[in-house]
């Protein structure tokens, strides 16, 4: 290919346009729509879930590529040279390979370009986890965009109309829907569509849980598919007879038939945890995952020192490890808390926000009251369980402090319903204050308990 051609392509074309605006939209959602949040999957916080956001805004940005280059595919029949360009003496697909190839390059660019800002953000953070499966997450966009925009082209050509790139653009957009993937009660996600063809789209569920992953499976299925539809746009836009244009649907029918026997039917194959990152990294008795390992200097120390002033409140009865949580769960899914074990939950706020014996405070509090329900920093205060945590700490350390996240108090009254609590524990004998403590670790374990608060100062049995 003849560079000095590419670059008047480059020049005089729709395509550069087109990733300018999948450049646009793409930074639009991801820096200010979406933003950097506090969760741990937010997509700020490590690269696969950086990944699966950006794979995630193709809901958008791969209508915008199918329509502009449904666009760029109408320029010769726009400028009536169809005829005079099929008497040069060359191949066909010499002639289409320049316009396909600009449009290629520049969104290849442009969405490169989004993945860097990205990647950016994540290595201005915290985390030390370097995977490399967060790369086939970002190629297999790249050539979603690139295959839908030569499907575009194509299509023009064969029906060279001023309505076909809206109606390519509109087509390619209720596709994504259709197809769409969400977050469920569960882990794993579900869609409008079954599993198994909702993965025909480009896109994916925004990230719910950092620990899960595309499956190997779904990179090769959905890589075939997509090579199938860029061959057919490829072959539709050299095409020049009827026979032709129909003989190019071939690519795409066998690239979905071949994606359909690979890709998994359920979302507990195509979603997978990475195990990678889900490995214990120990100091001591204070276990996190590989990915979080760069938390673990900060939790060990707080950690054993909380082991230990449990040993003092529960004797026999207290936990002899701390673990961070790795059970995939659906946001209003119970959780079963374990006596053996003080599980870390980096998405409470709680915890996520405390240092120093702030740190070791809500440690202990856990450990004698565990709360079933996982909290998030999306709550906008605490309820009954923050509150026998804080009562219960406040025993086992020898003074009470209320635990809270920026500054909120939770329900109104719950403030002054805490302090309360914890007069009324004081003003009982020491020997009552260890059965009430003991008493409520126990009912908190087994989840059956309806008000942490009222149970552990006598209102409630």
């Known amino acids: 290919m003849n560079a000095r051609v590419l670059r008047i392509e480059l020049r005089r074309s729709v395509a550069p346009w087109t990733g300018l605006v999948v450049l646009a939209t793409g930074l639009v959602f991801l820096l200010l729509i979406l933003g950097p949040g506090e969760g741990t999957a937010d997509w700020t916080a490590q690269w696969t879930t950086m990944a699966l956001t950006l794979r995630g805004l193709l809901y958008y940005t791969w209508p915008v590529a199918v329509g502009l280059g449904a666009l760029q595919g109408l320029r010769d029949p726009r400028s009536r040279v169809s005829e005079l360009m099929e008497t040069v003496p060359r191949p066909a697909w010499q002639r289409v390979a320049v316009p396909a190839a600009a449009s290629a390059v520049t969104l290849t660019s442009a969405f490169v370009l989004v993945a860097v800002t990205g990647g950016t953000r994540v290595l201005l953070g915290d985390t030390t986890y370097t995977p490399l499966g967060w790369l086939p997450i970002v190629l297999v966009a790249v050539l979603a965009l690139v295959a839908g925009a030569l499907l575009g082209m194509g299509v023009a050509r064969a029906l060279p109309s001023v309505l076909t790139p809206p109606l390519m653009a509109v087509a390619a957009f209720a596709t994504t829907v259709l197809l769409q993937q969400f977050p469920a009660e569960k882990a794993w996600p579900t869609g409008n569509a079954p599993n198994l063809l909702a993965q025909l789209s480009p896109a994916v569920a925004l990230p719910r849980e950092e620990l899960l992953t595309l499956a190997s499976s779904v990179h090769l299925g959905q890589t075939l598919w997509l090579l199938g539809m860029l061959a057919t746009g490829f072959a539709l836009l050299a095409a020049v007879s009827v026979r032709a244009r129909l003989l190019a649907l071939a690519p795409v029918l066998a690239g979905a038939a071949l994606a359909l026997m690979i890709l998994p039917a359920e979302p507990r194959d195509a979603y997978v945890v990475d195990e990678a990152a889900a490995e214990m990294v120990c100091d001591g008795p204070v276990c996190v995952t590989r990915m979080h390992r760069d938390r673990l200097a900060a939790l060990a120390p707080h950690g054993e020192e909380a082991l230990r002033v449990l040993r003092e ?117 020491p020997a009552e204050r260890r059965a009430w403590v003991t008493g409520v670790h126990t009912t908190a374990l087994a989840c059956d308990m309806q008000d942490p608060r009222g149970v552990l100062t006598g209102e409630a049995s």
Do not use: I
């Open 313 to 429: 409140a529960l004797g026999e009865k207290a936990p002899d490890a701390v673990r961070e949580d790795t059970a995939l769960r659906g946001n209003l899914e119970e959780r079963k808390p374990s006596a053996e074990t003080v599980l870390v939950d980096f998405d409470d706020p709680l915890l996520a926000r405390a240092r120093g014996e702030r740190l070791t405070r809500v440690l202990v509090g856990q450990g004698l009251a565990p709360n079933c329900w996982p909290r998030s920093s999306s709550s906008s205060g605490f309820g009954s369980d923050v509150t026998a945590q804080s009562v219960a700490a406040g025993w086992a350390l020898g003074g009470f402090r209320l635990m809270d996240w920026a500054g909120h108090y939770g329900f109104p009254g719950e403030r002054e319903k805490a302090e309360a609590a914890w007069e009324r524990l004081t003003a009982l004998a």
